[in-house]
């Protein structure tokens, strides 16, 4: 998921307010164990010590891209039945000819394969579109061509 501004599910502000929390505690649970000594200590030992400092900077990265995004992000309301929007769900037909149901969201659950965040290269292909459009994307097997059959809310 991005930092950027825009619609949110309010499953998502909930994720991402737990991983903010989560955050928040890791980074507290490091810092405590910066700096607390003033002896040279040996080179693993300094060594241990930047690899703390790099962890919390990573942390601390993490926490400002959730902050920001949290900041910027209005609550998405119910998903539109006319064009492809976060929260529809849609029907695509392959050029194989087999048909998948999606919805598309913005929080990836590991669990659900049906769900197709927004920023996924299918997710970001179909935003927009209405039934009848066939629109391209790159898929990991390469060029991938679908064509929307219908689309409605979950």
Do not use: C, K, W
Request: charged share 25%; aromatic share 2%.
């Amino acid at each position: 998921m991005t930092s950027e501004a825009g619609p949110i599910s309010a499953e998502a502000r909930r994720a991402l307010e737990q991983e903010l929390a989560d955050l928040h505690a890791e980074r507290n649970a490091v810092a405590a164990t910066l700096g607390g000594t003033d002896s040279a200590g040996d080179t693993a030992d300094q060594a241990d010590e930047l690899q703390r400092a790099t962890q919390l900077d990573h942390l601390d990265a993490r926490i400002t891209q959730i902050t920001v995004r949290l900041d910027g992000a209005v609550e998405a309301g119910p998903p539109r039945t006319d064009v492809v929007d976060l929260g529809s769900t849609v029907t695509v037909r392959f050029a194989d000819g087999g048909e998948e149901t999606v919805q598309i969201g913005d929080v990836a659950e590991p669990l659900d394969q049906t769900l197709v965040t927004t920023d996924s290269p299918l997710g970001r292909a179909l935003l927009g579109r209405r039934a009848g459009d066939s629109v391209s994307y790159e898929a990991p097997d390469g060029r991938t061509t679908v064509t929307v059959q219908s689309l409605g809310a979950p």
